[in-house]
């Protein structure tokens, strides 16, 4: 699709590259736990929700996104994997020391609502106001996106 | 007589201006000229000039240097040069700007005023002074300190604006014209694609007890997903203290008017059916494949289990109500109070089509 916005590039993959993502990894999870059904079915669903989360992140550019990188990052840590992630460069951090300063002069109606907003978007703890809101525009993307791929195959799934 | 008023050419590209090397009398004036920041420009009538006309000589030469500038409305600007030749002095002028970054004041005047006033009222109380080849340049409004962290305070808060824009669209219901709502529907709007994955997990499962605590304790009067069960035994995930009050309110509603009832179950994002219905749909869905189908329901309208819906719309004899046309049919014999209690607890959450 195409962005309407010039400066920023807020594109994401089309419907099936996330669906190829959440299939391969439902089906990695199919193969984990070969039909005995593992203890708790909370369990279940917690493992299929990371899965729809790494696969959305994965699906729409690994690296390419703050808030995908985190969001892999936390799902490996869970896991006790290592990820590998190529550098880049950290400018981001420092920006917000260095402005934090002088935080009272942000409109306090804007910065109290990005507080609210890096707790829910994955990642924005170190962004700034602007960058944050960069990443929620393309966080909601992929979101939508994500759940219209769940909602296909539910739907797809539950006709008997 | 007005004075002048010079717009900065505002061009969303970050193009920037090259001025030559050779410096002026009156900087101020050029780097007004050639800032190419898309911020709001400066228009102020009442400040004094800081000179009080230009020299002849001066003016030929920035008109030389006029002519360099790429603007984005080329067209006007052209009209402008060759103003600018025909008269000979330096007109008051407005170089209209491109797409904006946001609030542009265009005051102003055309380019065939020519008035000698050599204002540079262009520059208003409060340019800063920087050497031409810098870049963003801006100009400050009247009133504003010009140091650097105002400035680059507007630049962000230009640079936030902008991308709250690209979110508006994003965002259903996305007409708010205030910053502060338009916020709390981002943030909700967010949760409520978190929540909707969420739900969307479960159902691929049939976890039904734990689907129902998870939902139940996640807070009534929202609207959230509470899923059918699977056999109707499965209850014990329930909070039952809040289904109990939602019986008696219900109750109590529905000996005044069968329609409230049916108002405050919608907004619970529950529905009322014969104990026949639910056992019926039930066993069904216990055959599935699916054992557990919940349709999410949620604030702004989630997308629907089609199947489930329609099942639940079929009733005739007592009233049903589907979330999405609500429709209501007529309470023929009365559903008494024993049987509606169970059906709230078997409620199945019909979301809007």
Redesign the interface.
């Known amino acids: 699709m195409a ?6 590039n ?1 594109d994401v993959p089309e419907k099936d590259v996330f669906a190829l993502h959440f299939l391969r990894s439902l089906s990695n999870l199919r193969t984990q736990n070969p039909l005995n059904s593992p203890d ?3 369990d ?2 917690r493992k ?2 990371k ?3 790494v696969s959305m992140a994965r699906a729409a550019g690994g690296n390419s996104r703050l808030w995908s990188r985190a969001l892999l990052r936390r799902a490996a840590k869970d896991d006790n994997k290592s990820v590998r992630f190529s550098r880049r460069k950290r400018k981001v951090t420092w920006k917000i020391s260095s402005k934090r300063r ?1 935080s009272n ?3 306090p ?2 910065e109290e ?1 990005a507080e ?2 890096r707790n ?2 994955p990642g924005g703890g170190g962004m700034e ?2 960058k944050l ?2 990443e ?2 393309h ?3 992929c ?2 996106m ?3 791929v ?2 296909c ?3 797809g ?4 | 007589m007005m004075n002048s008023s010079l717009l900065t050419p505002s061009s969303s590209s970050s193009s920037h201006i090259q001025t030559p090397s050779t410096t002026f009398d009156h900087e101020d004036f050029l780097d007004q000229i050639f800032s190419s920041s898309p911020w709001p420009s400066v228009v102020d009538d009442a400040h004094p000039p800081p000179s009080d006309g230009f020299h002849g000589h001066d003016v030929d030469s920035r008109n030389q240097q006029i002519m360099m500038m790429p603007l984005n409305d080329g067209s006007s600007v052209h009209a402008l040069y060759n103003s600018f030749s025909a008269s000979g002095s330096l007109p008051n002028f407005h170089i209209p700007q491109g797409s904006g970054g946001g609030l542009m004041n265009q005051q102003g005047q055309t380019q065939t005023q020519t008035q000698p006033q050599a204002s540079a009222s262009t520059a208003t109380g409060g340019t800063v002074a920087v050497p031409p080849q810098s870049r963003t340049k801006v100009r400050a409004r009247r009133g504003q300190a010009t140091d650097p962290h105002s400035i680059a305070e507007r630049l962000r808060r230009e640079r936030i604006a902008e991308r709250m824009k690209a979110l508006q669209e994003l965002v259903p219901n996305g007409n708010k014209t205030d910053k502060a709502s338009m916020l709390d529907e981002i943030i909700d709007y967010v949760k409520f694609l978190q929540l909707q994955v969420k739900v969307l997990s479960m159902s691929r499962l049939g976890g039904a007890a734990s689907v129902s605590s998870q939902l139940s304790e996640a807070g009534g009067s929202h609207g959230n997903a509470s899923s059918a069960m699977a056999g109707g035994s499965q209850t014990a995930g329930n909070s039952n203290d809040s289904i109990t009050m939602t019986e008696h309110q219900v109750a109590k509603l529905m000996e005044e008017d069968m329609g409230s009832a049916m108002q405050y179950l919608q907004g619970k994002g529950l529905c009322l059916m014969p104990i026949s219905l639910a056992t019926a749909i039930s066993t069904a869905t216990c055959h599935s494949r699916n054992p557990l189908i919940p349709g999410p329901v949620a604030d702004v309208g989630g997308p629907s289990s089609p199947n489930l819906s329609g099942m639940t719309i079929q009733s005739t004899n007592t009233t049903t109500m589907g979330n999405g046309n609500g429709k209501l049919n007529g309470n023929g014999n009365g559903v008494t109070k024993g049987s509606s209690s169970i059906a709230v607890k078997e409620a199945v959450s019909v979301s809007k089509p």
């Open positions: 962005s309407a916005d010039k400066l920023i807020t708790k079915s909370i279940r669903v299929i929700k899965a729809a989360y002088r002069q942000r409109a109606v804007v609502a609210r907003l829910l978007v106001t602007s809101m960069e929620t525009a966080y909601i993307k979101l939508s994500q759940v219209k769940m909602q195959l539910v739907d799934l539950s006709q008997k």
